[in-house]
């Protein structure tokens, strides 16, 4: 069988997780996070196991040092995060999720999971398909999975 008229692997993968990302992204925006963007639900990702210098989340996602401030910048404005004392000591800062920052969060999980249901609804059970993708993943990172980069 000829398949040169299926579309690639990496562009299926890419217009599925396009698509993904733009509903989800609208569906944040109508329950009131018109103010983020996608780099920061990443950033979000990165401060949850109990924060992150901006270093640290500069290397999480693949940005500059002066990138991961402006991030920072931005979420500190808004509430979603505070600068602390590092528990080390010195001039670093521990960027830390506020209660808005964790609320966001949880309003998140609850989107992606009701999106997660809706795809399921249209394709059927996704547990072979996570599987496989993280077989694939697991295989393509030789066990280390590079910086994420956001979509801007």
Do not use: C
Not at 77 to 85: D, N, S
Not at 118 to 124: D, I, M, N, T
Request: glycine share 12%; aromatic share 8%; proline share 5%.
């Amino acid at each position: 069988m000829d398949d040169s008229r299926e579309p690639e692997l990496l562009f299926q993968l890419g217009m599925a997780f396009q698509m993904l990302l733009t509903e989800f992204t609208a569906r944040m925006s109508e329950a009131g996070y018109d103010d983020l963007r996608p780099v920061h639900g990443y950033a979000f990702q990165a401060l949850k196991e109990g924060g992150a210098t901006s270093t640290e989340l500069s290397q999480h996602l693949g940005v500059t040092k002066q990138a991961a401030g402006q991030i920072v910048d931005h979420l500190t404005g808004r509430g979603y995060v505070e600068r602390l004392p590092h528990p080390d000591g010195g001039r670093r800062k521990l960027v830390v999720l506020t209660d808005k920052g964790w609320r966001h969060m949880a309003d998140a999980g609850r989107i992606l999971r009701s999106l997660e249901a809706e795809v399921a609804s249209g394709y059927g059970d996704l547990s072979g398909l996570k599987s496989n993708l993280s077989s694939l993943l697991g295989a393509l990172g030789d066990g280390e999975l590079p910086p994420f980069r956001p979509v801007w």
